[in-house]
T-cell receptor, first 114, second 112 residues
């Protein structure tokens, strides 16, 4: 079992460029999440998908879009990257958060926007 | 707004001693609280979950307490080892059950 796999691990973008961060989980989890982590701050939720076919905004959705491609895959797209989006991005999944289950995280994508 | 506070300063503990980390929150009444461990360059890893009606929970050398009156959770590592060195994060649920509120984490350093 690979768990949650994110690609790429590192990326440098120029301001205005676009890119898609990929995430896949092999645990048959219903819910998937995208977070960003900045120094001195807690993880902040960008978007989440409670189940296949649904997506919802989190705390900081501006500048991002997501696609729940199927039960396994949840991608995050930056349409026009800005320096403020420099961060470490984590994808996570959980079986069913309504029963308070733990979240499993990928290894992260370190994104720098110059 | 909801706020979670964890010690921003690193906690230095001698090997073999008990490490105690604090998670304080305001303006919220969470149904449960989770603790995660994060190593440099890695994603958080789940350690323990404690519900609002539980006072204490244990797992091997780990113990978590949850005081809803004080709005505080304490995370203890007994007989600490250098391998326990990491950043520890606490997270509280929100009403929706799909969104967790996260603390910034406390860096724990266990010295041999």
């Amino acid at each position: 079992n690979a768990g949650v796999t994110q690609t790429p691990k590192f990326q440098v973008l120029k301001t205005g460029q676009s890119m898609t961060l990929q995430c896949a989980q092999d645990m048959n989890h219903n819910s998937m999440y995208w977070y960003r982590q900045d120094p001195g701050m807690g993880l902040r939720l960008i978007y989440y998908s409670a189940s296949e076919g649904t997506t919802d905004k989190g705390e900081v959705p501006n500048g991002y879009n997501v696609s729940r491609l199927n039960k396994r895959e949840f991608s995050l797209r930056l349409e026009s990257a800005a320096p403020s989006q420099t961060s470490v991005y984590f994808c996570a999944s959980s079986e069913d958060p309504t029963v308070n289950t733990e979240a499993f995280f990928g290894q992260g994508t370190r994104l720098t926007v110059v | 707004s909801q706020k979670i506070e964890q010690n921003s300063e690193a906690l230095n503990i001698q090997e073999g001693k008990t490490a105690t980390l604090t998670c304080n929150y305001t303006n919220y009444s969470p149904a449960y609280l989770q603790w995660y461990r994060q190593d440099p360059g890695r994603g958080p890893v789940f350690l323990l979950l404690i519900r609002e009606n539980e006072k204490e929970k244990r797992k091997e050398r780990l113990k978590v307490t949850f005081d809803t009156t004080l709005k505080q959770s304490l995370f203890h590592i007994t007989a600490s080892q250098p391998a326990d060195s990491a950043t520890y994060l606490c997270a509280l649920d929100m009403d929706s059950n799909y969104q967790l509120i996260w603390g910034a984490g406390t860096k724990l350093i266990i010295k041999p």
